[in-house]
């Protein structure tokens, strides 16, 4: 049997990064696995193609339920286009851009995890990367900077998304807390949910602008710059 040439890694590259963008674009079930295919030719010409699953458990990739009959565009494939040199730039300078290199991780990271209880505190972890200065008062961080920075997102959403982060990551709660006779979601349980699809869409957006927008960028990737700019203060008033 004759092998055609290996693809290397650096060469996987690009098709990589632009997966990885196009979730951010607008969110899809586009799987690394399923986009590999080795052939296979023999002496005699005939072929045989396989399936080449080579990273990790990226099998599937989840989205949530608003989103899962998205498809990538036209207009999609034209905004990826223009976003595709700050990627790189982020990637190729990524010691001054590791906080939203490290974001940019865990929210594709986050794609591949079923459960909600588990992958919302990686997205969790994403938004703090981007917005959180330092590790005390980050519910403070969380609460007063999301909303100044997403403004579709307000103070009491920003708070159902932190506290339901603590649910799960501290106190291993699961999504559904209260058991109904018709099976639909209790109202708090709902509040639970709504807040995990909020912070999908909280932490693309944050992302997006990234990518739009260097001077936001910049900010965001300067830590000493994010606190001069949009302050946190703790419950006695102090700055943290």
Not at 1 to 14: G, L, S
Not at 173 to 200: H, K, M, Y
Request: charged share 25%; glycine share 2%.
């Amino acid at each position: 049997m004759d092998y055609e040439n290996e693809v290397t890694n650096d060469e996987k590259q690009p098709i990589l990064r632009a997966i990885a963008l196009s979730r951010i674009v607008k969110p899809t079930a586009i799987a690394y696995d399923n986009v590999w295919i080795k052939s296979v030719y023999s002496d005699s010409g005939e072929g045989k193609h396989y399936g080449e699953p080579e990273i990790n458990a990226y099998s599937v990739a989840y989205v949530s339920a608003t989103e899962i009959w998205n498809i990538l565009t036209d207009e999609d494939a034209s905004l990826m286009a223009q976003l595709w040199d700050s990627l790189l730039h982020f990637l190729d300078n990524e010691p001054t851009y590791r906080r939203i290199v490290r974001a940019l991780k865990y929210y594709e990271l986050a794609h591949a995890i079923y459960f909600t209880e588990l992958s919302h505190p990686v997205f969790h972890a994403a938004l703090e990367s981007m917005i959180c200065t330092s590790r005390p008062n980050n519910k403070d961080q969380v609460t007063q900077r999301l909303p100044r920075l997403v403004p579709f997102v307000t103070p009491q959403q920003a708070g159902d998304i932190y506290r339901t982060c603590c649910d799960f990551k501290h106190a291993a709660q699961a999504l559904r807390q209260t058991q109904t006779a018709s099976g639909a979601l209790a109202p708090s349980d709902q509040r639970r949910l709504d807040a995990t699809i909020l912070l999908r869409q909280a932490v693309r957006e944050l992302l997006l602008e990234t990518l739009r927008n260097r001077t936001f960028a910049d900010m965001v990737a300067d830590p000493t710059l994010l606190k001069q700019t949009h302050q946190v203060h703790d419950r006695k008033g102090r700055l943290v």
